[in-house]
T-cell receptor, first 112, second 119 residues
Framework: KQEVTQIPAALSVPEGENLVLNCSFTDSAIYNLQWFRQDPGKGLTSLLLIQSSQREQTSGRLNASLDKSSGRSTLYIAASQPGDSATYLCAVKGTGGFKTIFGAGTRLFVKA | GAGVSQSPSNKVTEKGKDVELRCDPISGHTALYWYRQSLGQGLEFLIYFQGNSAPDKSGLPSDRFSAERTGGSVSTLTIQRTQQEDSAVYLC?????????????????FGPGTRLTVL
């Protein structure tokens, strides 16, 4: 059974700092891994999707890496801004079906 | 273009009543997902539809929960005889295509959710 863990659960940083969010998963048989952000009271916004054959994806100040063999992904946010404050979720889709398993998220607060 | 829409945005019901939640996916998206997010909890997968294939119902918590997708587009999640533990935000997502490639067409786009409160 796939389990997805995100560390840390919460993070507070000053504006401008570079930061790394971590996601680990127990079953390396995955189709893809997605990173989302969720703002309070809102739905989820997709940030990056990494296919199982890829090692990383980049979008603007965001870079996500995937190490399938060790069951890990990281989301790197460069030059953080107060607008980056949100909960970041990682989600893994396995090869055994279409179920997508989400981590509990990392709540990020960027102080101005 | 229009994103995923869900209705109602809020639903308050009494214990024991049936409720229907609606999801309109992005036009042309063949894959549709339902999730549940309880207070302080992560997202829990409920059910998945892909084209004309049989849905993956493995996440439905009990036989009180069912879902349909008519004409490969709009989906309805029905909860019968609601219980207080059913209170949660129900989220719907769609993607262009889901398949073995795991490619970018599998990016899931989420609706704003329906907040269900069972009194």
């Amino acid at each position: 059974k796939q389990e997805v863990t995100q560390i840390p659960a919460a993070l507070s940083v000053p504006e401008g700092e570079n930061l790394v969010l971590n996601c680990s998963f127990t079953d390396s048989a995955i189709y893809n891994l997605q990173w989302f952000r969720q703002d309070p009271g809102k739905g989820l916004t997709s940030l990056l999707l990494i296919q199982s054959s890829q090692r990383e994806q980049t979008s603007g100040r965001l870079n996500a890496s995937l190490d399938k063999s060790s069951g890990r992904s990281t989301l790197y946010i460069a030059a953080s801004q107060p607008g980056d404050s949100a909960t970041y979720l990682c989600a893994v889709k396995g090869t055994g079906g279409f179920k997508t398993i989400f981590g509990a998220g990392t709540r990020l607060f960027v102080k101005a | 273009g229009a994103g995923v829409s869900q209705s109602p945005s809020n639903k308050v019901t009494e214990k024991g009543k049936d409720v229907e939640l609606r999801c309109d996916p992005i036009s042309g998206h063949t894959a549709l997902y339902w999730y549940r997010q309880s207070l302080g909890q992560g997202l829990e997968f409920l059910i998945y539809f892909q084209g004309n294939s049989a849905p993956d119902k493995s996440g439905l918590p009990s036989d009180r929960f069912s879902a349909e997708r008519t004409g490969g587009s709009v989906s309805t999640l029905t909860i019968q005889r609601t219980q207080q533990e059913d209170s949660a935000v129900y989220l719907c997502a769609s993607s262009l295509l889901s398949g073995a490639s795991g490619g970018s067409t599998d990016t899931q786009y989420f609706g704003p959710g329906t907040r269900l409160t069972v009194l």
